[in-house]
């Protein structure tokens, strides 16, 4: 594989300002369907204050419809029988599942505890997506907290978030993709001819760490080109092997070997310019019969400190 210098980007964005996006979130690990599930977590006490601007509730069952509550809480939520009493900041609901929704920013101060429950479906049937069991380790603006499990023994889309709390540490965490203020994102977006990438949560691309994302593709693949500008090209541009959704000129390419079905890790260093906006854009190579290029869908990454 081999990649054009990262400084090469710096040098020709000349851009900073403030990051918007995703804090990292746990892997999914299945799909539950009955009461509402989201996570809690404490608002690190060096953080002055966390401003959180945008929610998704990921929604691997294609059930289409999203809704989600946000909490604020002095006090650690008890644990499960026991309850408090639960009055959402914000609920919100009628938006696709696969968009990452804007909220009224909400602030919170260090030592303060944020919940947010997020479910799709309807008021028949909320589906929950499961990270695997136990906590998950996470930061806000660069300090450690951890998340755990939050929930209501009720269907969020029915009573809009009013309910009784609780908290469940050593269950699964329900995964909601949480924007905060000073934070990096990775959001995929375009229409793929074949294959797409996958942001993983676990690694949002903030400075001091590696930003990762997947390369999903079905059958046999070669490889993959992989293009990089300074941000999306929208509308997209035609072309005979797909839409391109890349802004030109690229900045960068990064050639890949096989590429199985499975899909490829592709890491990256993070350049030190917060606010930054990259756009990653594959073609997949197939050699079987003639040499074909086609393209996969697009990532976003808007590059935290």
């Not at 260090?110 to 028949?124: L, P, Q």
């Not at 499990?149 to 908290?167: I, W, Y």
């Not at 203020?181 to 996958?198: D, E, L, T, W």
């Not at 999903?216 to 500008?229: C, E, I, M």
């Amino acid at each position: 594989m081999r990649l054009l210098s990262l400084s090469l980007i710096a040098a020709m964005a000349g851009m900073a300002g403030t990051a918007t996006a995703q804090l990292a979130h746990p892997y999914f690990e299945r799909t539950y369907c009955g009461s509402s599930r989201g996570t809690y977590f404490q608002v690190p006490a060096a953080v002055p204050l966390m401003v959180v601007t945008h929610i998704q509730v990921p929604d691997e069952t294609n059930m289409g419809t999203s809704a989600f509550a946000i909490y604020k809480f002095a006090a650690k939520v008890p644990a499960y029988p026991a309850t408090v009493p639960g009055n959402p900041l914000v609920y919100k609901t009628g938006s696709s599942s696969g968009r990452h929704m804007l909220v009224p920013p909400l602030t919170f101060k260090g030592g303060e505890w944020f919940g947010v429950i997020g479910v799709s479906g309807s008021a028949t049937s909320a589906c929950t997506s499961y990270a695997p069991v136990g906590g998950f380790p996470t930061t806000v603006l660069g300090h450690k907290t951890t998340m755990f499990r939050f929930l209501m023994q009720a269907n969020l889309f029915t009573n809009k978030g009013v309910f009784g709390m609780s908290s469940e540490d050593a269950y699964n965490v329900g995964r909601v993709r949480i924007w905060v203020a000073g934070c990096g994102s990775a959001i995929a977006y375009g229409k793929s001819m074949r294959g797409n990438v996958m942001p993983l949560d676990q690694f949002p691309p903030n400075i001091g760490m590696n930003g990762k994302f997947l390369v999903n593709a079905a059958g046999t693949n070669q490889g993959a080109v992989l293009f990089l500008g300074l941000g999306r090209q929208t509308p997209a541009i035609p072309t005979p092997f797909g839409d391109l959704n890349v802004k030109l000129p690229f900045v960068a390419t990064l050639v890949l070997g096989p590429v199985p079905a499975t899909g490829t890790v592709v890491s990256l260093p993070i350049p030190p310019l917060p606010g930054l906006v990259l756009a990653w854009q594959p073609g997949i190579i197939e050699l079987l019969k003639t040499p074909e290029v086609q393209l996969a869908n697009g990532l976003e990454w808007i590059i935290g400190k």
